[in-house]
């Protein structure tokens, strides 16, 4: 099956190159984000792979299908980037990679959270500078503290684990309890008593119309003075303006973001000779108790090989079975 590959890196081209074995499917890598400019590229092509920063809304799933697509494959377990009515109007089927690693983003999750305790940004700069002072990294144990779960699925439970290892005692919020974090003794807890009680708040909800600038004004005003925040799910799931509102007043104590609203225009790009457009993000990092990675809490080793296996599976699957091995429906809408 030919399939263009869309938003794609040198990393994903060896993954999903070595995925393919002996050239099962003829993939054809292409750097640019799908959207209604580049969708030309794929007219001949059975399949797309997309990953979180591409469009596909109903007028590039449109073009897609008058180009012959059938299959749009995402590389990833999110689908908050494609219009399913109207994939499911035209017949066009979607899979995705419902897991791969909840542990590689877990991990970074709890990577954000020591960085911005301990200082480690600040102080990887400061002892190669020859400045050895401690004014400034004052930290806190981690042990005993409390910290706040919005979402307790495959990664909110495994940080949730990470969390209980450390010592904290570990709230959550979610519309369904998960019997593994009930039995790691997480305390299932209103939203407001959560943001109320936390010392650290970690947010791996998916976003949909719900969730979306679930971390608003008023959230950010009932939180613990000075606490932490973590966003490693999606980015409009916070308000970005608002936190920085917050992180002038004191009222945010730090913030650690994998993720960002606006990241489809900045992420997965070297823009190190560029002038940064957003001054939004721009000002997130003037903040000294701000740490941004791009959308990289995924990006282990492991993750990469499950979803360029997961996702040639899908392609298999189409191919022979006429429908992709993880279909994402219609329903999950509802
Ligand atoms: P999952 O589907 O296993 O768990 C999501 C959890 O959120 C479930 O417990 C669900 O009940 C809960 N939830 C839904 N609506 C909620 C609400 N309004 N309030 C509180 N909880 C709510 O998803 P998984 O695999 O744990 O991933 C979580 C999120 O992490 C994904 O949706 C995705 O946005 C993000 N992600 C980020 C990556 C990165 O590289 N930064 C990589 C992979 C996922």
Redesign the pocket.
């Known amino acids: 099956m030919r399939v263009t590959v869309y938003s794609t890196r040198p990393y994903d081209r060896e993954f999903l190159t070595r995925a393919n074995g002996a050239g099962r499917h003829e993939l054809v890598f292409l750097e640019a984000r799908l959207d209604a400019a580049t969708v030309a590229a794929a007219d001949g092509a059975q399949a797309v792979c997309v990953f979180v920063n591409d469009r596909a809304d109903a007028e590039v799933l449109r073009a897609l299908h008058a180009g012959g697509v059938r299959l749009v494959a995402l590389r990833?377990?999110?689908f908050?980037h494609v219009d399913l009515v109207a994939a499911a109007t035209l017949g066009v089927e979607v899979g995705r990679v419902?897991?791969?690693s909840?542990y590689?983003?877990a991990e970074?999750t709890a990577a954000l959270v020591l960085t911005l305790n301990r200082k480690l940004h600040r102080a990887y700069s400061r002892v190669r500078e020859g400045n050895l002072a401690l004014e400034g990294l004052l930290g806190f144990d981690l042990h005993g503290r409390t910290v706040g779960l919005?979402?307790?699925?495959?990664?909110?439970?495994c940080f949730a684990r990470i969390m209980a290892g450390f010592g904290c005692r570990v709230l959550a919020?979610?519309?369904?309890a998960?019997p593994e974090c009930e039995a790691l003794g997480v305390r299932y807890v209103e939203?407001a008593d959560l943001l109320a009680r936390s010392d650290v708040v970690s947010l791996?909800?998916?976003?949909?119309p719900?969730?979306r600038h679930?971390i608003d004004a008023d959230a950010l005003a009932s939180m613990k003075r000075g606490a932490m925040l973590i966003n490693?799910?999606?980015g409009a799931v916070v308000d970005t303006r608002a936190v920085i509102a917050a992180l002038k007043s004191g009222q945010l104590g730090s913030l650690g973001l994998?993720?960002y609203e606006e990241e489809a225009d900045l992420f997965f790009r070297d823009l190190s000779d560029e002038v940064i457009h957003d001054d939004v993000f721009a000002r997130l990092l003037t903040f000294p108790n701000v740490v941004v990675t791009g959308?990289?809490?995924?990006?282990t080793e492991d993750a990469l090989s499950a979803i360029a296996e997961t996702t040639v599976a899908n392609l298999d699957s189409f191919e022979t079975k006429g429908h992709a091995l993880h279909p994402v429906s219609i329903e999950y809408l509802a």
């Open positions: 990833c377990a999110g908050n419902p897991e791969y909840p590689a983003v970074h919005v979402g307790t699925g495959r990664i909110g439970a919020t979610a519309p369904i998960n939203l791996h909800c998916p976003l949909t719900q969730t679930l490693t799910s999606r994998d993720v959308h990289q809490a995924f990006f």
